[in-house]
């Protein structure tokens, strides 16, 4: 069985980033966000204020407001 090793240096949407991807081992990684807890932060803050913090979540809530807006003067409320 042959494990290689690869690092691996990009900058992710967040701009945070992930560094030491180890190929050949599954669930190996390291993120400094994680490592820092703005992670934990974030998520506690879009869990109070009810706001994503993520690209993917913000675009979710604003679909579905667009969405339940657009089925409400269909149905006539």
């Known amino acids: 069985m042959k494990i290689g090793f690869a690092i691996t240096l ?5 701009k945070t980033i992930e560094v030491m ?7 190996t990684s390291f993120s400094p966000s994680r490592a820092l807890g ?3 932060i974030k998520r506690k803050i879009a869990r ?6 993520t690209k ?3 675009e979710r809530k604003v679909g579905r ?7 409400n003067l269909m149905s006539g409320h």
């Open 10 to 14: 990009y900058i992710c949407a967040e």
């Open 21 to 27: 991807k180890i190929a050949g081992i599954p669930g």
């Open 38 to 40: 703005i992670d934990v």
């Open 48 to 53: 109070a204020t009810g706001i994503p913090t």
């Open 56 to 58: 993917q979540g913000l």
């Open 65 to 71: 407001i667009i969405i339940k807006s657009v089925s």
